[in-house]
């Protein structure tokens, strides 16, 4: 089963715009992972945030994570006509595995 | 460092069939892990080995099964296909297992069952 809902399902933006997803969890967690999809193939890891951090940085990606409220945000800023992908939040909690959000659907048009 | 590589990409079955599929990890990683991608369920895990040993399995019927062999590479094995197991199918490696690291994904096996 999956561990919590992202929001939107669905966005749609301009080049050059930012662009956020948010997710949420339901149980605690070591570390949460964003993924990038593009059109149903492999999943390309963007990045890792710990439990005990609260932003990381990573070229235009900006990740927050309020493990308080369980949810975590990804911010593209930015966006270019390439951004278009699916977009996954997955959380590592004490069990041996990545239990992923429902995903966002990001369309970046040029 | 080449990437995480599943063959084959695609496949089409017939139910009732069964299927292997095939995982070869990054070079030096233990630790592989195998998840089922379809659009109404979408991303569930399936098991993880490390060292040759299934070390956690998901909420799957026992028609799915595993193995690690001692170069780290696994296969996948679902026997008598039904239509349902219509999906892509990804494997990850990471180095130690613990989930603590980043989880490499291959491009995916896409299994189509008539």
């Known amino acids: 089963s999956q561990q919590g809902e992202e929001d939107p399902q669905a966005l749609s933006i301009q080049e050059g715009e930012n662009a956020t997803m948010n997710c949420s969890y339901k149980t605690s967690i070591n570390n949460l992972q964003w993924y990038r999809q593009n059109s149903g193939r492999g999943l390309v890891h963007l990045i890792l945030?710990?439990?005990?951090?609260r932003e990381k940085h990573s070229g235009r990606l900006r990740v927050t994570l309020d493990t308080s409220k369980k949810s975590s945000s990804l911010l593209i800023t930015a966006s270019r006509a390439a951004d278009t992908a699916s977009y996954f939040c997955?959380?590592?909690?004490?069990?041996?595995?990545?239990?992923f959000g429902s995903g966002t659907q990001l369309t970046v048009l040029p | 460092k080449a990437g995480v590589t599943q063959t084959p990409r695609y496949l089409i079955k017939t139910r009732g069939q069964q299927v292997t599929l095939s995982c070869s990890p990054i070079?030096?990683?233990?630790?592989v892990s195998w998840y089922q991608q379809t659009p109404g369920q979408g991303l569930q895990f399936l098991f993880e080995y490390f060292s040759e040993t299934q070390r956690n399995k998901g909420n799957f019927p026992g028609r799915f099964s595993g193995r690690q062999f001692s170069n780290s590479r696994s296969e996948m094995n679902v026997s008598t296909l039904e239509l349902g197991d219509s999906a892509l199918y990804l494997c990850?490696?990471?180095?130690?297992?613990?989930?603590?690291?980043?989880?490499?994904f291959g491009p995916g096996t896409r299994l189509t069952v008539l």
């Open positions: 070079s030096g990683h233990r630790s």
């Open positions: 990850a490696s990471s180095f130690r297992g613990t989930f603590t690291d980043t989880q490499y």
């Open positions: 945030i710990r439990s005990n951090e």
């Open positions: 997955a959380t590592a909690g004490s069990a041996r595995q990545l239990t």
